[in-house]
C-alpha cells in the first residue's frame, strides 16, 4: 500500500507537471504576438486586468479544490463513498452562488477597479473577465472533487483545453479589433475574452469526467456504516477547511494588486509620469513577469497533488509514507525550480532579446530579480501545501501578513526613488517570498514532526544549479562573441546564442545531479519509464 500510495502520487505529479508546463509555455507563446500587437499602455491594461482578475478568483475559488480534494481523499481512505458524493453535491451549489457574486462585483465595479489601481484603461478588460469567476466557482468544485479521488486528468484536460481557447480566440480577437483601429484598451480586453470563453467551455468537459468517476466508485459500496452528516454540518467543514487557505491565496493575489497600485501611484506623484507613461513603464514589467511564472509550472502541480496524497496516508496512519511524499516533493521542487531560478537570472537579457526583441536595461534587471524570486515562490507554494495537508493551513495566515507588509514598505519608499522607479516591484516580490518560506519552514520544523531530513534536499540542488548557472553564462557569453562577426547580435543571432547556452545548461545539469547522486534508482523507480531512465543515465 505505501509504495501505490507513492507511485499514485508521482504519476499524478507528472501528469500535472507535464500538463502545467505545457500550459505556461503555451501562454508565455500566446503572449509573444499579444505584446507586439499590444502598445506599451495596452500591455500595462493587460497586467492590471489580470491582477484585478486574480484576486476575485483567488477569493472565490482559491479555498475549493484543496478542502474538497483534502475532505474527499480522506473520506476515502476510510471507505466512505456516501459522504465522499455529498462533500460534492454541498459544495456545487454553494460555491455556484459565491461565483454568480463575484462575477456581478466585476462588471458593476469594473471602472472603479481599474480607478482605484490607477489603471483606468483596464476597466474594459475587467468587464470581459467577469463571467471568468462565476466559470472558475464551479471548475474548482469539479477538480477538487476529481483531485481528491487522485485522479488529476480532468484537471489536466480541462487546463489544456482552456489555454488552447484563450490563445486561439484571444489573439484573433485582438487582431481583429487592431484591424478596425479601436485604442489599446478595448484591444486589451478582447485579447482576454479567449479566458472567458475557454473557461465555460471546460465545464460540459469536467462534467463528463465526474460522471466517470461516480461510475468507478459508485456509492452503495460503502465500508464507513456511520450516518453521513448534515448538509449544514459538510458545508461549515468545507469552508472552515477553506477560509485559511482562501485567505493566503488572496493574500498572494491581493500583493500584485496594491503592489499595481503603489507603482501607478507613486511613478505618478512622486516621479511626475503621465498615466500613459505609467502604464507603459508597468507594461515592461509585464515582460519579464511571463517568464516569472513558468518555474510555477513545476511547484503548483506537485502543491496540488501532495495533499491529498498526505491526507490519505495519514487517515491511514501511515506516517512513513507522508513523510516520504513529503520528502520527495521537496526534492522535486528544488531540482527544477532552483535551475530554472538560476537560468532567468543568468541569461535574463537574451531571454527578453530572443522572446520580445526588447533590450532596455531595466527590464533584464527586472527580470534578474524576478529570477530569484521565482524559486522563493515555488518554496512557497510546497511548503504551504505541506502545512495545509497536515491540517496546519492557519500558518499562512500568521506568515503571508509579515511577507506582505515587508513586500510594501518596500515597494512604497522605492518606486519613489527615479534610479529604481518600477524594479521597486521584483525587489519587494523577491524580499517577500524569501520571508513567507523561511518563516514556513520554521513551522514545518516545529509542527510536522515526520518530516526530518530537510538540509539534504536543499544543499545539492543548489550547488549543481549554481554550477549549471555560472557555465551557462559563461557558455552564451563565450558563443556570442565567436559568432559576433558573422551571425551579429540581433534577435535570429541571440536566439541562436541563447539555444546552444541551454543545451549546455541542461547536459552540465544533469552530468552534476548524477555525480553528487542527488537523484537515486528509488526516486526513479516512481517516475514513468523511470527504470530505463535509470539505466541510461547509470544512476544507481
Sequence with gaps: MREQTKQSFIKGATILTVVS?????????????????????????????YNVFGLILALSTAGIPVALSRLVSSANAKGDTTLVRRYFSVALPAFSIVGVIAMLVMFFFAEDLAELLGGPLAAPGIMVLAPATFFSCIISVYRGYAQGHENMIPTAISQIFEVTCKVVIGIAVALWLVSLNYSSDIVSAGAITGVTVGLGLC??????????????????????????????????QIVKV???????????????????????????SALGYTQIEASAAWGVYALGFSLFTIPQAIAVPISITIIPAIAAALARKQYLQANAIMQTSLKLVNLVAMPAAFILMTLSKPLLIALYDYDLQFASTMLTLLGAASFFVCLQFITSSILQANGHERVALITFPIGAAVRFVVVYVLSGNPNIAVIASPIGTLICFIII???NLAFIKVRVKQLTKLRSVFIKPLICSLIMGLVGF??????????????GTGQVATIFYLFIALIVCALVYIVFVIFTKVITKEDLAHVPKGEKIARLLRVR
Design 474 to 487: 559563461a557558455a552564451y557569453t563565450g558563443v556570442r562573441q565567436l559568432g559576433y562577426g558573422t551571425l
Design 203 to 236: 465545464i460540459p468537459l469536467l462534467i463528463f469526467y465526474n460522471r466517470k468517476i461516480n461510475r468507478s466508485h459508485p456509492s452503495h459500496i460503502n465500508t464507513n456504516k456511520a450516518e453521513p452528516p448534515r448538509r449544514l454540518h459538510i458545508l461549515k
Design 437 to 439: 518560506s523561511m518563516l
Design 21 to 49: 508546463l505545457t500550459v505556461r509555455v503555451i501562454s508565455t507563446l500566446y503572449k509573444l504576438p499579444l505584446f507586439n500587437i499590444l502598445d506599451s499602455p495596452g500591455r500595462g491594461a493587460f497586467q492590471t486586468t
Design 242 to 268: 477553506s477560509i485559511p487557505i482562501t485567505l493566503s491565496a488572496s493574500f498572494m493575489a491581493a500583493m500584485g494588486l496594491v503592489d499595481n497600485a503603489i507603482i501607478l501611484h507613486r511613478l505618478q
